[in-house]
């Protein structure tokens, strides 16, 4: 029986199953309006560490840690882990994980890493490839600002479309679902997403490059599989903010699509800018990871949601190809979430 579905679509015969979580969320992170939902605050922006390359690989080795924990398992019982990050050559995760000793795939989709790492680590659960995943991400503001932008010690001005990176990182172990399970969270159907340029060379507006990715994304999905927007109790992307979320819901009301009434933005949920001053909202990869392990997941096991939309949003740059003047395209990828 094929899996496939439409153009770039996945629907799953057994879809697996989200077995535990993690969110390990910075300071910032905290005292915004998601705080109360995250599993670890970490106080120190260095993790114990002495560079700020040093505590994002902390990071992710504490939430990887936590969420095997949570499942009752230990790092030998994980297969594989899917993983990425923003930093060159994906250092935070390389470094992170490496302890733990699990066969790894490292990942790039930028701030849809969290999404590229489900979808995959969903294909290897149910086609059998593996029995236990963990799929995970992280960035850090002090990292990110290092590497893509002015050192912090510069204090440059930032306009009011940037965001603010996301420190923190979040995680999933997937696997089957055990045969009397009851209420248990499972990756349904998976869509994933082009290059998708639309010749936008502001790099201090990452809303407006990734937004007709995610507007790629969620058209395909709906498209692929015959579904009406209200189908899904949320359509959550990553970290469009406030500028990027006004280009996709236009975009989509082109279409005939409106999904103004069930959509909602991990960047723009996660800092309130009137008290953090984040200016469009938040991006990052740990934005939409630590806003999906930490808020999304406990609204589904509360049967508030039942059905969820993942769409994770990544800007495709480095400093290299903006130097060199080209433009800065997105990527997006969906990941569907039922309450089975």
């Not at 535990?20 to 910075?26: D, H, K, L, Q």
């Not at 398992?73 to 994980?97: E, N």
């Not at 949320?234 to 989509?252: A, H, K, S, W």
């Not at 990871?289 to 939309?309: F, P, Q, S």
Request: aromatic residues 8%; glycine residues 12%.
């Amino acid at each position: 029986m094929k899996k496939y579905v439409g153009k770039r679509s996945i629907e799953f015969e057994k879809p697996p199953c989200i077995l535990s979580e993690a969110s390990i969320a910075g300071k910032k992170e905290a005292e915004g309006p998601l705080g109360e939902y995250f599993d670890v605050i970490e106080e120190d922006p260095m993790c114990g560490g002495k560079s700020w390359e040093e505590a994002e690989s902390r990071l992710q080795e504490k939430a990887a840690s936590l969420a095997i924990q949570k499942a009752g398992l230990k790092p030998q019982d994980i297969r594989y882990l899917v993983s990425g990050d923003l930093l060159g050559q994906l250092i935070a995760t390389s470094f992170g994980i490496m302890s733990l000793d699990i066969p790894m795939f490292g990942v790039y989709g930028a701030c849809s890493t969290m999404g590229e790492a489900m979808t995959i680590g969903a294909i290897l659960v149910e086609g059998g490839y593996a029995d236990k995943v963990v799929s995970l991400t992280s960035s850090h503001f002090g990292g990110a600002e290092k590497q893509f932008r002015f050192p912090l010690a510069y204090g440059n001005q930032r306009p009011l479309s940037a965001t603010w990176t996301v420190t923190g990182s979040g995680a999933v172990v997937l696997g089957e679902a055990a045969p009397e399970a009851s209420g248990w969270i499972g990756i349904r159907r998976v869509t994933t997403g082009k290059v998708v340029d639309f010749g936008i060379k502001d790099s201090m507006n990452m809303g407006a490059c990734m937004a007709p990715a995610a507007y790629d994304v969620i058209y395909s999905h709906l498209s692929d599989f015959g579904l009406r927007p209200d189908y899904y109790d949320r359509i959550i992307t990553g970290d469009l903010g406030c500028v990027g979320r006004d280009i996709l819901l236009d975009m989509l009301k082109q279409k005939g699509m409106d999904i103004s009434s069930n959509y909602m933005d991990c960047g723009i949920e996660i800092f309130d800018d009137e008290e953090q001053d984040t200016h469009a909202g938040g991006s990052g990869c740990a934005c939409s990871a630590i806003t999906l392990t930490g808020y999304v997941l406990r609204k589904m096991k509360k049967k508030e949601w039942k059905k969820v939309l993942f769409v994770p949003t990544g800007a495709l740059l480095s400093t290299v190809s903006f130097n060199e003047g080209n433009s800065v395209p997105g990527i997006s990828h969906g990941v569907a979430l039922e309450l089975m």
